[in-house]
């Protein structure tokens, strides 16, 4: 996959969940939550270009254990980051309900596809 492959479809995508993040933040019940679905979705976008990038010079790198050490990594961080996130924001902004997971843990999702179809293609290719 090129970069320009990547850039184009991670913006497509992202200007797909951000249309979704409009809508759902219209409803009532997740309108409080509005700061952190918007703070998600440009982690996410961050996090997608540090690994195509990281992935991607993994992937060239003599050692192919390379690339499945920064996979690994970076779906382990990612986890790590998205239990810290919801942990802090329930203690920090103590929402009424619970139903701030629903957007976070949607791009969550959605960004996790998105990743692991581009480091897929990534592993594909020739060192």
Same mark, same amino acid.
Do not use: C, H
């Given at each position: 996959?090129s970069q320009r492959?990547? =850039?184009?479809? %991670?913006?497509?995508?992202?200007?797909s &969940?951000?249309?979704?993040?409009?809508? %759902?933040?219209?409803?009532?019940?997740?309108?409080?939550s509005? #700061?952190?679905?918007? !703070?998600?979705?440009?982690?996410?976008?961050?996090?997608s /270009?540090?690994?195509f990038? !990281?992935?991607?010079?993994?992937?060239?790198?003599?050692?192919?254990n390379?690339? @499945?050490? !920064? /996979? %690994?990594?970076? @779906? /382990?961080?990612?986890?790590? #980051?998205?239990?810290? &996130?919801?942990?802090?924001?329930?203690?920090?902004?103590?929402?009424?309900?619970? =139903?701030?997971?629903?957007?976070?843990?949607?791009?969550y =999702?959605?960004?996790t596809?998105?990743?692991t179809?581009?480091?897929?293609?990534?592993?594909?290719?020739?060192?």
């Amino acid at each position: 996959m090129s970069q320009r492959q990547f =850039l184009i479809q %991670l913006g497509l995508l992202s200007l797909s &969940v951000a249309i979704l993040i409009f809508f %759902l933040n219209r409803l009532p019940q997740l309108q409080p939550s509005s #700061l952190l679905s918007w !703070a998600s979705l440009a982690a996410f976008i961050a996090m997608s /270009v540090i690994m195509f990038f !990281a992935g991607s010079r993994a992937a060239r790198s003599d050692n192919k254990n390379d690339f @499945t050490n !920064a /996979v %690994l990594g970076f @779906t /382990v961080g990612k986890m790590f #980051l998205a239990i810290l &996130v919801i942990f802090g924001y329930s203690q920090l902004a103590q929402p009424a309900d619970k =139903l701030f997971i629903i957007p976070f843990f949607s791009i969550y =999702l959605i960004y996790t596809i998105f990743e692991t179809y581009f480091m897929m293609k990534l592993g594909r290719m020739k060192s």
